[in-house]
């Protein structure tokens, strides 16, 4: 059975930093593309970034880019979401999805359970 566990959300003052990590169990941790999303009331899940590791591939959304850095952690098999200079605006919800690398979206990814972000200004 597939698992995927995010931690390291909290509260954090504007301009801060903090570091999300996707824990994903019961598959193959390298054979699967990672991506994290967030989302806040009222609006749609939002793109932030995604990593493939098999192609070597990372992706992130205009709104963080140069901000936030997606990485993978071999030792503890985690693919992290390092955020700097945060914004109020970065205040959400943040979720990990897993999907096989092949894949070209998050249709049919597993999900893991959000880690609440609140950045306060």
């Known amino acids: 059975q597939v698992q995927v566990v995010e931690s390291g959300g909290g509260l954090v003052p504007a301009g801060g930093s903090l570091r999300l990590s996707c824990a994903a169990s019961?598959?193959?941790?390298?054979?699967?593309?990672t991506g994290w999303f967030r989302q806040t009331p009222g609006k749609e899940r939002e793109f932030v970034a995604s990593?493939?590791?098999?192609?070597?591939?990372?992706i992130y959304s205009d709104s963080v880019k140069g901000r936030f850095t997606i990485s993978r952690d071999i030792a503890k098999k985690t693919v992290d979401l390092q955020m700097n200079s945060l914004k109020p605006e970065d205040t959400a919800v943040y979720y990990c999805?897993?999907?096989?690398?092949?894949?070209?979206?998050?249709?049919?990814?597993?999900w893991g359970q959000g880690t609440h972000v609140t950045v306060s200004s």
């Open positions: 999805a897993v999907v096989f690398w092949t894949a070209t979206t998050f249709e049919n990814a597993y």
């Open positions: 990593m493939n590791q098999i192609r070597d591939e990372i």
């Open positions: 019961g598959l193959s941790w390298n054979m699967y593309t």
